[in-house]
Each structure stands twice: as C-alpha cells, then as structure tokens.
C-alpha cells in the first residue's frame, strides 16, 4: 500500500484514531473489521489481516488495537475471531499474532494439504494495557496476557498469563511477577 491508497483507505476502518505514524509498507487485509485507537505508530512491514473468508468458511474477525501502541518493523496479526490490544503496548520487531491455524491434528486432517485445512480458532487473544513484548515473540489462539506484563525476546505462547507475570522461553512460562 503507497501513501495514497493509505489516505483512501483510512476512512475505511471500521474505527481509526488520531496521530497515526504508519511506515511503508504496510499491509491490510478487510479495513472494515479493524479499529485502532490513537497515538498508533508502526515501522515498515507491519501485516494487519483480518480473514472473513477462506474457501468456504465465514468469520467475522474483529481486530481491536487501543491507544499509544506503538509496533516495531515486521509485526504480524492474523484474525478469524478476535485479536484485542489493549492501551499503551509496546512491541518489537518480529512479532506475530494469531488466532487461528490451519486444521485440527487427526487423522482426516492430515489426509489434507496444509493449505486446503479449514481454519480453526481456540479462541480470542487478549493483550491487556501496559504490555512489553520484545523480539521475535509469538502468540497463538486463545490466549490472553495481563495487564503489566513483559514476554521476554523469541518467546513461544500458547497459554494465558496474570497480570504483572514476567514470561519467557519455548513454550513461554512464568519466569516472576512483577
């Protein structure tokens, strides 16, 4: 997307703040099901895809980003249910947000290729405020990480944290709380 398409575009999302700080490229996929609140800024490469359709499946994704979230370069968020980022995180670069994959692990599944798998969804991820996410950290389905939390470089999420936890590893674990 060039900086024209961008000022087309922006009267599109389903909710768009003010003072945005958007690098090239930037790459949107379905505007209408993303709101993103004020003070936003991203470096280049940031990926927003929220997916309505794939074959013959319907969603109606929902990608909520809050106020004063600020995305380094090359961050990823994916989306057939909900992806929520609350108020005033903080990300890296490298970071990829998902809540979906493809197919479940059975039998009929893997009789598949991965690509033609239906989408599956273990639920919502929730990033509360005053989240810290450092480099290369991924976050999958159905999680949610509390407010005040920090997730330590390349770390792997699968599971849901309190508030004020300090997380890290493959897969992520409580390191402290805060």
Sequence with gaps: MNRFQ??????????????????????????QYISIGDNFSCLWNTRLEAWDRYYDQVFTPEIIIGNNVSLNSDVHIGCIDKVVIGNNVLMASR????DHS??????EALQLPPVQR????KGP????????IGEGVSILSGVTIGKNSIIGANAVVTQSFPPNS?????????IKML
């Design 118 to 121: 239906p989408l599956v969804s």
């Design 102 to 107: 493809h197919g479940e692990i059975s039998a």
């Design 95 to 98: 970071i990829f947000i998902n």
């Design 6 to 31: 961008w000022t087309y575009k922006k009267r599109r999302f389903k909710k768009i703040g003010n003072h945005l700080s958007v690098r090239f490229p930037f790459y949107i996929k379905n505007h």
């Design 166 to 174: 300090v997380i890290g590893g493959i897969p992520a674990r409580l």
């Design 125 to 132: 991820v929730i990033i509360e405020d005053n989240v810290w």
